[in-house]
């Protein structure tokens, strides 16, 4: 008799239908599975069910230790804290907390100050950060020394700068039709608290970059309707009067 052996159920399968199922396809081919930890030694009677019970309970307590995970990062962001990871674009993690790095600071308040108080879009304050020679410090999470668009737009986004926890910006939901893949969805809602650490810019800075983000948006937005739509549009082409190779 062939045998899996794993330390312990958790290890075989990540919810209940999964390790039932994995399971199930081993005894087809005649081999059954073994757990050290929880005793459980499916080629005999009680084998699998206790499976079927400690997987059940298994996957209860994940989801639970889940939801416990994020209620405290959201009552860290309530008492205004950071919550782990990578220091945003101008701030430096020293002992959990957010600090001002004024090397990386002096360009957020570039971006803000171009983007709000010119006819700079996100591509114009791109364009002047490199004429004056203001790069980007790489950094582990960032290699690129040169600021782009998206970067931009990402530093304009965060409420980080003006003194602001952000939570739930970003939210992991489950990709439907499959079992375990999940992706990251960037929400429209979410929750913002006043935060610890000092500002780089303004309040009143951010909201005015905020609604001129807003009109950009608004203004960048497709207009299409079947009733505006151009027929022959990709099918009809005019040929070049000066071109004899067009005719």
């Known amino acids: 008799m062939k045998f899996v052996l794993v330390?312990?159920?958790?290890?075989?399968?990540?919810?209940?239908?999964?390790?039932?199922?994995?399971?199930?396809?081993?005894?087809?081919?005649?081999?059954?599975?073994?757990?050290?930890?929880?005793?459980?030694?499916?080629?005999?009677?009680?084998?699998?069910?206790?499976?079927?019970?400690?997987?059940?309970?298994?996957?209860?307590?994940?989801?639970?230790?889940?939801?416990?995970?994020?209620?405290?990062?959201?009552?860290?962001?309530?008492?205004?804290?950071?919550?782990?990871?990578?220091?945003?674009?101008?701030?430096?993690?020293?002992?959990?907390?957010?600090?001002?790095a004024e090397d990386e600071a002096e360009a957020i308040r570039i971006i803000f100050d171009k983007?709000?108080?010119?006819?700079?879009?996100?591509?114009?304050?791109?364009?002047?950060?490199?004429?004056?020679?203001?790069?980007?410090?790489?950094r582990q999470n960032g290699h690129l020394t040169r600021f782009s668009v998206s970067t931009v737009k990402a530093i304009l986004d965060n409420p980080v700068y003006c003194g602001k926890i952000a939570y739930g910006r970003r939210k992991t939901e489950k990709i439907e039709g499959t079992r375990n893949e999940f992706h990251i969805v960037k929400q429209n809602e979410f929750s913002v608290y006043d935060g610890k650490h000092d500002a780089i810019i303004s309040e009143e800075e951010f909201e005015l970059a905020k609604k001129k983000r807003a009109a950009t948006a608004k203004r960048l937005e497709k207009k299409h309707a079947?009733?505006?739509?151009?027929?022959?549009?990709?099918?009809?082409?005019?040929?070049?009067?000066?071109?004899?190779?067009?005719r």
Request: glycine share 10%; aromatic share 8%.
């Open 7 to 100: 330390f312990k159920l958790s290890r075989f399968g990540r919810n209940a239908a999964d390790v039932l199922n994995s399971l199930q396809f081993m005894q087809d081919y005649g081999v059954n599975l073994i757990c050290i930890e929880d005793g459980i030694d499916s080629s005999k009677e009680s084998g699998k069910l206790m499976i079927s019970v400690l997987s059940a309970v298994a996957e209860i307590e994940r989801e639970n230790i889940l939801v416990q995970t994020m209620e405290g990062r959201r009552q860290k962001a309530r008492e205004g804290r950071w919550n782990g990871g990578f220091a945003p674009y101008g701030y430096k993690l020293v002992d959990g907390e957010l600090q001002i």
């Open 115 to 138: 983007f709000t108080h010119t006819n700079m879009g996100y591509t114009g304050v791109v364009k002047y950060l490199a004429q004056q020679g203001i790069s980007k410090k790489a």
């Open 226 to 246: 079947l009733e505006h739509e151009h027929q022959l549009s990709g099918i009809v082409k005019m040929s070049c009067m000066r071109c004899r190779s067009c």
